[in-house]
């Protein structure tokens, strides 16, 4: 019964984006992007005689965890060939020209016709599924044609269907895996409780790759300069009730400054941005050599500069979570920021939960709340720092634990 409503849903789903695609750009690249996906993969792949590993990753997030992965892969065992699918578009257009990758692709619907086709086609090895990804015909694909298959930054939720009483088909699919590698002992718990013991606890590879961005990053000196001897907000990904909060803060409080990048930066929000702030501030994009001496605030405008920002920076407000949903806290923490975000949206992002457990993080209701955490010296920013940091290196690691734990396999198929 549960493998017939999967395959209705995946009906349903092939049904639903086929319909949208008329009127929904990104949906009409989710289908058009699989057109002729099988002649295409014939062809490249006919004279193929590496060994064939393969990693999928549902968008653009999942690829930037399983980067790490594919890169460590490709160090280790040049001699492999690396396919790269994606499921959305989102992932795809950004990361099709990804130099590492052998092939790059969409990945098609999950049916058993097109995994069967798939993995016929392409005859991978072994097998890498980021995060959420549990496709239940083209795992079943892969254990017949023999391919090792890993699960890697897995995180599930006690409300999932894998976790209730109907979900025995659901439980099955997980069985697929030869190993599942889980961001933390709770999970591990959670699947361990439903006898899936295939686990162990490598942590989250994002943690990673974002470390390795931070650790490559140079001052630039219009911020040092802005910096020097004042303690500064980085207002990252920030939106206009995010600026609300902050705002009254950067008011009352002449001897901070902030660095605020807007996750939109249409002229409507930056203006916005503007606004609300109501003091000094200068975009970016206008400052010539150094900004004005009576300067509060850098307003970027444009996208890219944030995660080198945090460097510059003695607390981070990350925005989103009044909306949304969070936005990246790791950039920040992996500086040894402590973060503060709204109380509303952030509850299924692992990053932040653990950051307030630990004490590297605060999230706050009004701009009421921030002033009284920054004015009433209660919040001891360097502790929160410590915190922050101690955090990050304690889940750097993972990539390792991972390749550590499949080196044994890749061996054997070189010796055979």
Known sequence: MGEFFYRLGISFLSLGVKISALFNAKSKKFVEGRRDLFPHLEERFKDVDQPVVWFHCASLGEFEQGRPV?????????????????????????????????????????????????????????????????????????????????????????????????????RKILKHFDHIFVQNKKVAALLKGIHIHNVSVSGDTR??????????????????EFSNGQSVVIGGSTWDPDIKVIAPFLQQNSNWKAIIAPHDISETNLKLHEEILKIPTERFSKIEAVAAANTRVILIDNIGMLSSLYQYGKIAFIGGAFGDGLHNTLEAACFGLPVVFG??????????????????????????????????????????????????????????????????????????
């Not at 943690?207 to 040092?224: A, E, H």
Request: net charge neutral; glycine share 4%.
């Open 70 to 170: 594919m890169e460590a892969f490709k160090n280790e065992h040049p001699d492999f060939f690396i396919l790269l699918t994606f499921f959305s578009p989102s992932g795809y257009e950004v990361r099709k020209n990804y130099e590492l990758a052998d092939y790059i692709c969409y990945m098609p619907l999950d049916t058993a016709e097109n995994a069967k086709r798939f993995v016929e086609i392409t005859n991978p090895k072994i097998g890498f599924f980021v995060k959420y990804e549990f496709w239940h015909y083209h795992l079943k694909a892969l254990a017949k044609a023999d391919c090792w298959v890993y699960s890697i930054s897995a995180i599930f939720r006690s409300n999932q269907r894998f976790f209730k009483f109907h979900g025995d088909f659901y």
């Open 343 to 416: 109380n509303k949206n952030y509850k299924k992002f692992q990053e932040a939960l653990d950051l307030l457990e630990n004490g590297g993080a605060f999230q706050v209701a009004n701009a009421k709340d921030f002033l009284f955490i920054m004015n009433s010296g209660q919040f001891n920013i360097e502790e929160a720092s410590k915190n922050a940091s101690e955090y990050v290196k304690e889940n750097i690691g993972a990539t390792e634990k991972i390749m550590r734990y499949i080196a044994p396999i890749v061996q054997k198929m070189k010796v055979s």
């Open 207 to 224: 943690f990673d790759r974002v470390k390795s961005i931070t650790d490559s990053i140079k001052p630039q000196d219009l911020f040092t």
